[in-house]
């Protein structure tokens, strides 16, 4: 598997932005696609994008698709999640995954590995 630490995150206006990273440390086998998903307090954890490592494709939640970018930096082994415009819906846990899928899954249960997790709080 691999290793996962995330940075970003924070406090924020309603549509102000942010913007995440997650890097990540082991062998690229374990992150063929890369997920970002979110636990808003007393919710259930829910997808939010997703990018398929080789071709970039990504894929978003409604929710959050034409606000939300999410992009990877292979050199640097990096990946991000640029969210604009946000709300205080937004406001939650957000959790970057690796997978050995390169399908850019939905389901959590398709992510081996997890970063630890990082508070996006957006005020009205």
């Known amino acids: 598997q691999v290793q996962l630490v995330q940075s970003g995150g924070g406090l924020v206006q309603a549509g102000g932005s942010l913007r995440l990273s997650c890097k990540i440390s082991g062998p690229a086998y374990w992150r063929k696609s890369m997920g970002w998903f979110r636990r808003g307090l007393g919710k259930e954890r829910e997808f939010v994008a997703a990018?398929?490592?080789?071709?970039?494709?990504?894929y978003y939640t409604d929710s959050v698709r034409g606000r939300f970018a999410t992009s990877r930096n292979n050199a640097a082994n990096i990946v991000f999640l640029q969210m604009n415009n946000l709300t205080p819906e937004d406001t939650a846990l957000y959790y970057c995954?690796?997978?050995?899928?390169?399908?850019?899954?939905?389901?959590?249960?398709?992510?081996?590995?997890w970063g630890q997790g990082s508070q996006v709080t957006v005020s009205s």
């Open positions: 990018i398929i490592w080789e071709d970039g494709n990504d």
């Open positions: 995954a690796a997978s050995v899928l390169s399908s850019g899954s939905y389901a959590a249960n398709d992510y081996d590995s």
